[in-house]
């Protein structure tokens, strides 16, 4: 029996087509390297750390082009611990929210569990497709994922169309505008490589182990002065013993922003991540800023889309064109090959991480096409596909 031979002209200059932890770039872990004696080591409370901080939020603001009244925050934990900040410190009383996959399931359970919060009203569609929260009685949160990277569906950010009559009633007249509904984005797989109009969101959050090629454990919230000013209402009710509510200090939004804005976390960041993100902010901006990453991700996309079209063996597995992401593509592999082996093949020469999700039980490839994957990488990573399933079919 043939053994499987991959040409070494056909190998991608980088393996990593992971959703998270994704690619990180050589320059990125020189840059580390560089500033390791001067950076790494050295107290986050002091200037040299306060300003890698300080340039993350202006590369952030100029990144996303916020206005002048928005705010980038940023924390401990990464957005699994954002979505507890959801729930401690944004929702007064009802959220609604879209459901469509294991990521944005997850804040819809964190929800539920909260028992000073009634159940969110779940809008929920089968994984590949996608469902937004509609306008819902009492609801002053409406929250759903701008890319759900388990599915590699993505969704629009645009503002619910709330009825009137639906908005929740502040018990004390003069506290009305803040019972305006939130929008709150998990942008977590999605900020940096999907375009966005930051205006329609309140909180567009994300953690730096995908778009941004760092490491997990961070979220960065960008936050609008509504979302700010939400959180300080939900603290001074939380004060009160009747509310039932407690804050926990690691899940505090209002002591994070106190913090963003002395360019500081409320507790001890890992500053290799902060230095990996720096460096990634910098050369996204240097390359074109968020249109040319967003460009280059789609043509990404792209280049893998018409390929699983077009294969016998392959189809995407997003029916509908609009939502399929240009960030995470997911391919469904026919029932006469296992998507393992492929995934086993190509793991030999390097080629790592494009496992579909396992929750979704699917035979399945996904693959990352974050920024920092180059469209030639993209091309060979097809051609070694189609090696490894043509040696497959044969033996
Ligand atoms: C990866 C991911 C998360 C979880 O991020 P962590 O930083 O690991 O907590 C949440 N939401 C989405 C959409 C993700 O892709």
Known sequence: MNELQIPQELLPSDGRFGSGPSKIRTAQIDALASAGTTLLGTSHRQKPVRDLVASIQSGIRELFNLPEDYEVVLGNGGASAFWDIICASLIIQRAAVGSYGSFSGKLAASIAAAPFLDNPVVYEAPYGSMALPQSTPGADVYAWAHNETSTGVMAPVVRAQVQADHIAQAPN???QHIYNPLTIIDATSAAGGLPVDITQADVYY???????????GLWVAICSPQAIERAHYVEKLAAQPESGRWVPPFLSLTKAITNSRKNQTLNTPSISTLLLMHEQIQWILAQGGLTWATERCAHNAQLLYTWAEQHQYLTPFVEHNAWRSNVVVTIDVDPSLDADDI?????????VDIAG???????Q??????????????QRLIQCVNVVIDYLIQH
């Open 357 to 363: 999700y396992r929750a979704l039980g699917r035979n």
């Open 365 to 378: 490839l996904r693959i990352a096409v974050f920024p920092s994957v180059e469209p030639e990488d993209v």
């Open 173 to 175: 007249p003069q506290d």
């Open 206 to 216: 994300f953690s730096p182990q995908k778009a941004f090629g760092s490491e997990g």
């Open 343 to 351: 995934i086993a093949c190509l793991r030999k020469y390097g080629i």
